[in-house]
């Protein structure tokens, strides 16, 4: 699995012109689930995402957790993390899982973050959304599991 974090001030994604998701402070969490992936991967990333510590504290200091600031996260689905140009300047996408299996890990993630007390909402899989955010700071951070 390959996540994008984004420290957020708030985002929030539309699809078809209506918003379907919206958070304030916390994470937005583009998630890219290829080939092999499984629950393990992603009980070992979302337990990851819950407790980086790319929040600031009193100090400046990159000392807390989404957890910590009490954020939300919200998650995307982005097959397109993994693409391969390696070859031509089409990228490939042969390392994304199938859509089914992909949705169920991508779902499964999502009830991880519920479960270790981050409040998560979602995207919906498999659709073109808008997504919109204010990146605070700017925070990003790309993990892969």
């Known amino acids: 699995m390959k996540a994008v974090l984004q420290r957020v001030k708030r985002a929030e994604v539309k699809v078809k012109g209506e918003k379907i998701s919206e958070i304030g402070e916390g994470l937005l969490i583009l998630l890219g689930v290829k080939k092999g992936d499984n629950e393990e991967n992603a009980k070992e990333l979302a337990d990851t ?3 980086l510590r790319i929040f600031e504290d009193e100090n ?3 000392n807390l957790s989404v957890k910590d600031v009490k954020g939300e ?3 995307v689905s982005q097959f397109t993390l993994l693409a391969d140009t390696s070859r031509g300047r089409r990228p490939s996408f ?3 899982e199938e859509p089914e299996r992909a949705k169920r890990l991508y779902e499964f993630f999502i009830e991880q973050l519920k479960n270790l007390g981050v409040e998560t ?3 919906i ?3 073109r959304m808008l ?3 204010d990146n605070n ?3 990003t951070i790309i993990l892969e599991e």
């Open 94 to 96: 042969t390392d994304a």
């Open 49 to 51: 995402c819950a407790h």
């Open 73 to 75: 996260a919200l998650v």
């Open 121 to 123: 909402k979602s995207g």
């Open 125 to 127: 899989f498999g659709e």
């Open 60 to 62: 400046g200091k990159f």
């Open 137 to 139: 700071g700017p925070v």
């Open 131 to 133: 997504v919109s955010l």
